[in-house]
């Protein structure tokens, strides 16, 4: 869990929030039902009204998913590749129907039944392009219903600003009451530009981010799983998924392949043990002609 926009959000509420205190106000001072509503309805209403309202339902469907933002390494995506890569050159391809059984991942496990059920590599290739582009564009509709809401929301701030203002017009004979009155108009506004640059944009990026996280790890796995598919060698296929990979990502989460550690999501097995026995021998036989 990567809590970036949680902890964001927060600690520029907190820096506002200390503003005022210090400023000697009070926070109640901002928080008015009227301006509140107005901007905050309002500019969800004309999202959905920019939009569908299948848009609208994929949009909070993703929320939860930009706070939690949920990542897998890519090194943990590398090992678990390699390892597959072991399986099939040692058990042949048809092994790996009893690997995708075991594995969680629904785009993995679809790549590796279809090359146990022989797919041909371009007709798969194609396959998983499609698929991969499918989800982005499903992920940057739900972005940009939150970055939309963002564009909205400032001007919507204007509108309840204005309305506020000629109500304070039409109260011109009460000159005591006018300072809270203006104060209070320019609430409006407040919220508006609060929520477009504290919520909605952020969300937005956030979601845009994911999902180019996201389309890097099925491209890793797409690329792996053809390589094993075309019977690469397991070294050589990780180090070819490790430069696809920025080292900055490689140095967060860990060496991979170098360190011989198996992937998280299953367990060493005999036919792994026997590529890297394998392999080993390879190594022996070339010094030794050497």
């Known amino acids: 869990m990567d809590p970036a926009t949680l902890v964001g959000i927060v600690i520029a509420f907190g820096a506002l929030f200390a503003m005022i205190t210090l400023e000697g106000s009070y926070v109640s001072s901002i928080l008015l039902p009227a301006p509140m509503i107005l901007v905050f309805v309002a500019t969800i209403a004309v999202g959905i009204a920019g939009g569908t309202i299948q848009d609208a339902l994929l949009a909070f469907k993703s929320l939860p998913r930009a706070f939690k933002g949920k990542t897998t390494p890519p090194t943990q995506i590398i090992d678990q590749v390699?390892?597959?890569?072991?399986?099939?050159?040692?058990?042949?391809?048809?092994?790996?129907?009893?690997?995708?059984?075991?594995?969680?991942?629904?785009?993995?496990?679809?790549?590796?039944?279809?090359?146990?059920?022989?797919?041909?590599?371009?007709?798969?290739?194609?396959?998983?392009?499609?698929?991969?582009?499918?989800?982005?564009?499903?992920?940057?509709?739900?972005?940009?219903?939150?970055?939309?809401?963002g564009g909205y929301a400032p001007t919507i701030g204007i509108v309840g600003t204005v309305v506020s203002l000629t109500h304070v017009l039409e109260n011109l004979d009460t000159p005591d009451t006018l300072g809270p009155m203006i104060a209070a108009a320019f609430v409006a506004t407040l919220w508006g530009l609060l929520s477009a640059n504290f919520l909605w944009l952020p969300i937005g990026s956030r979601l845009k981010r994911l999902s180019d996280l996201e389309v890097d790890r099925m491209t890793l796995l797409m690329e792996g799983a053809l390589a094993v598919q075309s019977g690469s060698q397991p070294r050589l296929l990780g180090e070819r998924l490790r430069a696809m990979v920025s080292a900055e990502a490689l140095n967060k989460s860990g060496k991979s392949g170098k360190s011989g550690k198996p992937a998280k999501s299953g367990k060493t097995t005999k036919a792994g043990k026997a590529a890297q026995t394998s392999d080993e021998n390879d190594d022996t036989d070339i010094f030794q002609a050497a």
């Open 82 to 149: 390699v390892q597959l890569a072991e399986t099939a050159r040692t058990s042949g391809l048809l092994s790996l129907e009893q690997e995708a059984d075991n594995v969680n991942d629904p785009f993995l496990r679809g790549a590796l039944q279809n090359i146990a059920d022989g797919t041909d590599g371009d007709e798969l290739r194609m396959l998983l392009e499609d698929e991969i582009s499918t989800r982005a564009r499903s992920d940057r509709t739900a972005a940009k219903f939150f970055t939309s809401l």
